[in-house]
């Protein structure tokens, strides 16, 4: 069975960005990690997105297998994206994409 990539892509107010990069770092993405359903993730600035409205970032966790994703989604997803949507209402735009990882360096 392959790996699945859950990506969240986020554009952040350019006026909240730098805090929201460090509430992510210290707070919300150890949150996803603490929940044993995924393996690693990468959180990446997205360059050729910058614009005067905010500033994209793409935040990619890697699940051993959908399972271990659709677990995430029943007992854990819910709680934090409520988080995350009361702490910055009004100041973001995301959305997620689902991957099936086909090949991959080790």
């Known amino acids: 069975m392959n790996r699945i990539l859950y990506n969240v892509t986020v554009n952040i107010d350019n006026n909240t960005h730098e805090e929201w990069v460090e509430w992510m770092k210290s707070t919300h993405i150890p949150d996803v990690m603490a929940t044993g359903k995924f393996l690693s993730y990468q959180l990446q ?3 050729e997105a910058e614009n005067e409205t905010g500033v994209t970032y793409s935040i990619q966790y890697l699940a051993p297998n959908m399972q ?3 677990d995430y989604q029943d007992d854990h997803s819910q709680a934090l994206q409520a988080e995350h949507a009361k702490r910055y209402s009004g100041k973001y ?3 997620r994409t ?3 990882v086909l090949d991959m360096s080790e």
């Open 45 to 47: 600035r997205i360059i």
């Open 93 to 95: 735009v995301a959305f």
């Open 68 to 70: 271990a994703y659709k």
């Open 98 to 100: 689902l991957m099936e």
